[in-house]
Each structure stands twice: as C-alpha cells, then as structure tokens.
C-alpha cells in the first residue's frame, strides 16, 4: 500500500468532520484504519478518534488505499470535488475528460496525448491534486456509479454493468463483492423507477449549494429549441444522441435537498454514465459557488448582484458542436431570432427521436448532416450559411476540434481560426461548451454596459483590466452581469450586439467573400 496524501490540514478536517459540516462534502473523504471504510464529512456515524483518520481528496485516493465506501453516508451522493482548485487545469481537464469516458479507449497514454503531457507526467498530477492514479480515478467512478444505480433504480445486473462501465457481469460481480463485501444483489433497495407512464431511470444529482435553480431555467428557456428542448418554470427536458444510443431527458429540483433529479430515456443502457457526465456539465453541477460567490462578492460592481442572487452557475451545453452553431445562427440577431433560425435548422436536417412522453421529439442536426445542406433554404444569409458550412465540415473532419486545448488562450485561438468566429463566438463557446471558468467575452456590449460609470464605459482593453479581480472565475462574472434580475437593462436581447472593437476584429475573421459590411459573428443570442 503506498502512503497517503499528506497535503490536507488534518486538524482543520477533524474539525469538519466533527461538526459534520456539509459545506465539506465532497472536499475531503476521511478513511478510517481500524474499519477499512471510507466516509464523507457528512456521515452520521459515530466520529472516529483522530489518530485512525487519513484524511483523502478523493474517494478514488480511498479506493486505491483498499478502503470500502460507506454504506451509510453513501460516498456516491457527495457533490463533485470542485473543478476550480487553483492547481492544475489539467488535472480539471483530465477529470472532465475521464467523466466522459475519455479513458475508455487507449488508456492512459491516449488521456495525456489528447491533453498534451506525457504519461508519467500526467500520473505525477493526480498523485499530487487527486491521491490516485488516472486509472483508480476510473475505476471508483465505475464502483460509485454501479452502487448508485443499484440503489437508485431497478435495472438488472446485467445493465448496471453494462451502464457503469464493466466489460462483463462477471468483473461487475468480482469487482462490486470485493469493494463492498458482498453481491451486488445485496446493495440492491427495491424501488418503483417509471415516469410518466414510461420506462425511465431515474438518478439524483447532488450538487453544492447555493444553486441558482430559477436563473438556470430562465436561461434556457430563452434559447430552448423548439422540438429538441422544453422548458417550463419547474424542468428542462430534451432529446439526446450519445454515441449510438438516443433518447430524452427530464431535469427537475428536489425541493429542499441539494440535488436535482434526471428522468433519463435511453436506447442504450450503456450510455447511462455519459449521460449524467453530459448533465452534470449542462447545469454545472461541480461548480463551488459558495467559494466563487465569496470571491466574485469582493469586487465592488458583483457584491450586490451576489448577495441578491446567491448560486448563479455558468449553464452548460449537451454538444460543443450545437453550441458553435448556435452561436453562428445568432450573429447580428435577437436572442428569438436565433432560436427561430435553430427551430427552422433542425425541422430542415435533424432526425427524429422516439418520443418518450415529453415534447422534445428531434435531435439536434449532426455536423455531417449541415455540411451537406443548403442552408440558405432556411433564410440565412449567404455569408452566414457559408460559416455554418465551414464549420460543419471542419468539425465532421475532426470531431476533436471543438475541445478544450491546453489553455484558455490556445482554446481561443483554435476556435477563432474557424471562418467567420471571432473572439467573441470563440469565447462564448468556450464558456458555455468547454467549460472554461475564466473565459470573458470582452468587446461584448452587455458586459461593457453593465460595468460603465458616471465617466461612461470602460473599452474593452479597460474591461480586461477591471476582470482580471474575477480570475480565475471571470465566466461567473459574465453571467451575473448578463442575466443579474437586479439590472434590469442587462438582459439577453441587450447583450446580443457587439461593440465596434468586436465588429472589426470578428469581420477580419470572417472568410467569406460577400460577408456584409457590418458582419458580426459574437452575440449573446445562441
């Protein structure tokens, strides 16, 4: 057994655990000697004496220890450890990726290839921020989600497996009864798991308070796509393609417990834990608001906006692909407009989906199919169908090209070299779709708006300047100043035109020859 991370306060976690303090969970789990379980900070069992403790930042630390998750406590309710820890972007990288099924295919050296480290490096990063390998990591998320859906709803055995990872029922069963102790029969809790008249699993996804639920909705109800997403004050429901498997979801609050609860619909049982992956990204359940609202609040211009509305997240995006044509459909257009054209998009090159009990009935167009399409069929102009056109083929020919590189700025970069995106569509798809923390449309109006004074507004090299006190959690930053109820000329429409910085440089990045004087690709209306 090799030693135990040692870069966690032990007395500060005693303290947490003493007290059971919730605003813990997920940030340390404490292994216990004597009984070889791991628990949360949460944990209602009696507090072990402080000389039995290892204190770990991950339940896959405790898992490559030896130590066997909690049946109590139930270490796979504990919210996410947070991805912003001020370490290593590739450590959050890899983990998002690992989430995804990254490491499914090629192992650990095609992780570190697609991030660009090496192995051994890569392997010396989660020793140091996450006290396990990439593989452990892997592995407990396998174990933690098999547990949940043993617990949370009623598959056979032969689908838990399949759905969290295992090659056959035989590792699933060898794995599970080594871990726990006993058969994956006997975690089995017998429960009713249908929705609405169909056949559904249903899981819940905690996260760490405070959460802006209204703000999120609000949100996405302004850009739901009509036949692929529905939005009402108390869900969000939409149809989805993951790999060969389709199907819908439905996501409601859990009125007072910090988690929300997905009605999942899939045509693949398999898919299971890429979808809640995907859904976790969408409504950024891994996000620490409680640390990002403390430090976002010390700025002047965020300190009421924050204390008014406590929890705001950065909503995510199910593709990175419907994102970036979203953000292209928007260009020089209100926010409905831009669903309009998206509504027309999909009714002209999406497939149909098997409808499950919910409105959503179409899936979202696939890059091969728009980069055959005549776009202009729809009403788009020539230069915009040409951008469309260009980055449908673009990502048809390399499915990797809208993923997150090594930094924000390489990010950009990558994204911005695409015909017809500038810096702002660069930004705005790699705040909502790669889950960049600091990404910050600067030349957006709505930003510089919302930041003027009595001098008048600030440029967009003065907006820099100001937003470097957000980092590293400029992207949060956007989103109060966008969306803040307490400012009510901050609003989606307002934000969808760019300043005249944004239109130069964004008409420099357009290739299209018959592009329109006044081209401007970056809005807030995807």
């Given at each position: ?13 005693y ?11 997920g940030?340390?789990y404490?292994?216990?000697k004597?009984t070889?379980?791991?628990c949360?900070?949460?944990c ?20 490559e220890?030896g ?11 504990a919210p ?8 290593v ?26 991030l660009?480290?090496?192995a ?16 452990s ?17 009623s ?7 399949l759905?969290s990872?295992f090659?056959?029922?035989?590792r699933f069963?060898h ?54 997403e ?18 819908t979801i ?32 969408v409504?950024?359940?891994?996000a ?10 010390q700025?002047?211009s ?7 509305r ?41 497939r149909?989906v ?32 040409a ?9 048809a020919a ?16 990558k ?9 702002w ?11 960049e ?11 510089l ?9 600030p440029t ?5 300047r100001i ?58 209306a995807?």
């Amino acid at each position: 057994m090799r030693a135990a991370p040692t870069n966690l306060d032990r007395e500060a976690c005693y303290r947490a655990l003493r007290t059971r303090d919730a605003r813990f969970d997920g940030k340390f789990y404490t292994a216990v000697k004597t009984t070889g379980i791991y628990c949360r900070p949460v944990c209602p069992a009696r507090t072990p004496k402080l000389e039995n403790c290892l204190f770990l930042p991950s339940a896959a630390a405790a898992h490559e220890l030896g130590f066997r998750p909690c049946l109590r406590c139930r270490p796979e309710l504990a919210p996410a450890s947070p991805a912003f820890r001020g370490t290593v972007n590739t450590v959050s990288r890899a983990l998002h990726l690992i989430a995804q099924g990254g490491c499914d295919e090629g192992g650990v050296e095609a992780l570190a290839e697609r991030l660009g480290v090496g192995a051994r490096q890569l392997r010396r990063l989660f020793e140091r921020h996450v006290g396990a390998t990439p593989q452990s990591v892997l592995q407990a998320q396998r174990i933690l989600f098999a547990k949940k859906l043993l617990w949370e709803t009623s598959l056979s055995m032969t689908e838990v497996a399949l759905a969290s990872g295992f090659g056959s029922v035989r590792r699933f069963n060898h794995v599970i009864s080594e871990t726990y102790g006993r058969p994956p029969s006997a975690l089995r809790r017998a429960r009713a798991n249908t929705a609405g008249g169909e056949q559904a699993v249903m899981l819940r996804l905690p996260y760490r308070p405070p959460y802006d639920w209204r703000g999120m909705l609000e949100f996405l109800a302004a850009r739901a796509i009509t036949g692929v997403e529905f939005v009402d004050s108390e869900r969000y429901c939409r149809t989805f393609a993951l790999g060969a498997a389709t199907g819908t979801i439905e996501v409601s609050a859990i009125p007072d417990q910090p988690q929300l609860l997905a009605r999942i619909r899939s045509s693949d049982v398999a898919a299971l834990s890429g979808v809640v992956a995907r859904l976790r990204q969408v409504f950024d359940l891994d996000a620490d608001s409680a640390a990002i609202d403390a430090h976002l609040a010390q700025h002047p211009s965020l300190a009421r906006r924050v204390r008014e509305r406590p929890g705001v997240r950065v909503p995510g995006a199910w593709d990175a692909f419907e994102i970036a044509v979203r953000g292209v459909l928007g260009q020089q257009v209100s926010v409905k407009a831009a669903t309009t054209f998206a509504a027309r998009l999909v009714a002209s090159c999406g497939r149909p989906v098997a409808d499950g009990g919910g409105a959503p009935r179409w899936l979202f167009p696939t890059p091969q199919a728009l980069a055959r399409a005549d776009l202009t069929a729809i009403g788009l102009t020539r230069a915009r169908a040409a951008t469309l056109h260009a980055l449908a083929t673009a990502v048809a020919a390399d499915a990797s090209l809208l993923s997150a590189s090594a930094t924000l700025d390489q990010t950009v970069a990558k994204l911005a070299s695409l015909p017809g995106i500038g810096a702002w569509t660069a930004h705005y798809i790699a705040l909502r779709a790669l889950r960049e923390p600091d990404a910050f449309p600067a030349a957006d109006v709505g930003l510089l708006r919302a930041m003027a004074t009595s001098a008048g507004r600030p440029t967009p090299a003065a907006l820099m300047r100001i937003a470097e006190a957000f980092r590293p959690w400029r992207a949060y930053a956007v989103l109060r100043l966008w969306t803040q109820a307490s400012e009510p000329e901050i609003t989606p429409a307002a934000s969808s035109l760019s300043d005249d910085a944004g239109r130069r440089s964004d008409r420099r990045a357009a290739r299209t020859p018959r592009a329109p004087r006044a081209l401007r690709p970056d809005t807030l209306a995807p």
